[in-house]
C-alpha cells in the first residue's frame, strides 16, 4: 500500500558520530551478542534445572523470550543506521518493526506486573501461594500477557498504516517508534491520540498502579516479619524484579510521558537506546547475579 507515492521511510540515526562510528558500531554488536546470549542462558537454565521450575522462573524465562524479541527487532537494522550515518526501510517493514517493538514492550509490561504479583503472593501469602500460581494459572497469565500486547499493538499497527502520510517520509530515530510515526501522519490523528490513550491504561497506567500496589503490601509484610534473617530472605526474593521493574518503567515514563520529550531529540534518542538496547542486555545481568538459584542452577550444568 503506498501513502502518497511514499514507499520507503529514511531514519537519519545519529548524525554526527563521525570518528565514534565504527566505536559505537562495535559496541552496539558486542551489546547485542551477550544480550542474545544471556537471555539465551537464563531459558536454558530454567528449562534444565529442577530447582528452577517454580512460577517466578517460568514468569522469568517469558521475560527474556521479550527480551530477545524486542532486542532483535530494533538493533540489527540500528547497526546498518549507524554504519552507513542513516538507513532506509521499506513502509511495510517500518509498520511491522513498530509491531514487534510494541507488542513485546506491552506484552513484557504485563508479564512484569504478573511477576510482581507472584512476589505479593509469595510473600504475603506464603502457605496458599503454590496452590494459587498453580502451572495453569501461570499458563493462563502468560498467554492473556501476549494476547493483550499484540492485539494492542496491532489494532494502533493497522490503524496507523491505514492513515494517510504526508510529504516527509524522514524519521529523526534510529527505528519506527510510535510517536515518530504519529509526526508523519496528516490523518486518523484524532483517533490515534484517542486509542493511544485508551490503550494506554490496560498495558501501562493499570499494570503500573498493580506493581506500587504490590510492593507496597510487600514492604509492610516484610517490616512485620520480627527475624532479621528472614526479613533480608524476604527482601532477597524480590530485589531483582523490583531493580528490573525500576528500570523498565523509569525509562518508559521518562520517553512517552514526559512534557519535555518533544524537545529533545537527542535525549528521545538516549533514552530509546536504553530501554531498546540496554534493558534487555541488564534483565538477566540482574538475575544471574543477584538470584543464588540461578548461579547454583549454573554451576551444576557448568560442572556436568
Known amino acids: ?16 558520530l563521525h570518528n565514534f562510528q565504527t566505536v559505537f558500531f562495535l ?17 536454558t537454565l530454567v528449562s534444565y534445572s529442577k530447582n528452577l521450575h517454580s512460577p517466578m522462573y517460568f514468569f522469568l524465562t517469558q521475560l527474556a523470550t521479550l527480551d530477545i524479541i524486542v532486542t532483535s527487532d530494533i538493533v540489527p537494522n540500528m547497526l546498518l543506521v549507524v554504519l552507513h550515518s542513516g538507513s532506509s526501510m521499506t513502509l511495510p517493514g517500518c509498520f511491522t518493526q513498530l509491531f514487534f517493538f510494541g507488542s513485546s514492550e506491552a506484552s513484557e509490561c504485563l508479564i512484569l506486573t504478573v511477576m510482581s504479583y507472584d512476589r505479593y503472593l509469595a510473600i504475603c501469602y506464603p502457605l496458599n501461594y503454590y496452590y494459587i500460581m498453580n502451572p495453569m494459572i501461570c ?14 499493538t496491532l489494532t494502533l499497527t493497522v490503524t496507523a498504516f491505514q492513515a494517510h502520510i504526508c510529504e516527509s517520509n524522514v524519521i529523526d530515530h534510529f527505528y519506527c517508534d510510535f510517536e515518530s510515526i ?9 483517533i490515534m491520540k484517542t486509542l493511544e490513550l485508551i ?6 497506567v493499570a499494570p503500573f498502579l498493580i506493581v506500587v500496589m504490590s510492593y507496597a503490601y510487600i ?30 518503567y523509569g525509562t518508559l515514563v521518562s520517553i512517552y510521558l514526559s512534557p519535555e520529550k518533544a524537545k529533545s531529540i ?12 540496554v534493558t534487555p542486555l541488564t534483565n538477566p545481568v540482574i538475575y544471574c547475579l543477584r538470584n543464588e ?11 556436568w
Open 293 to 303: 538459584d540461578i548461579k547454583e542452577a549454573f554451576r551444576k550444568i557448568y560442572l
Open 182 to 190: 504519529l509526526e508523519l501522519l496528516c490523518s486518523n490523528l484524532l
Open 219 to 248: 514492604i509492610h509484610t516484610i517490616f512485620r516479619i520480627q527475624s532479621p534473617i528472614s526479613r533480608q530472605k524476604a527482601f532477597s526474593t524480590c530485589g531483582s524484579h523490583l531493580t528490573v521493574v525500576s528500570i523498565f
Open 1 to 16: 500500500m503506498e501513502k502518497n507515492n511514499i514507499t520507503t521511510i529514511l531514519l537519519l540515526g545519529f548524525p554526527g
Open 199 to 204: 490503550f494506554g491504561f490496560p498495558v501501562l
Open 27 to 43: 559496541l552496539l554488536l558486542t551489546i547485542y551478542c551477550l544480550t542474545i546470549c544471556g537471555n539465551l542462558l537464563v531459558i
Open 266 to 277: 537527542t535525549l528521545r534518542k538516549i533514552i530509546s537506546i536504553v530501554y531498546t538496547v
Open 139 to 152: 499458563l493462563k497469565f502468560t498467554i492473556i500477557s501476549w494476547l493483550i500486547g499484540f492485539s494492542v
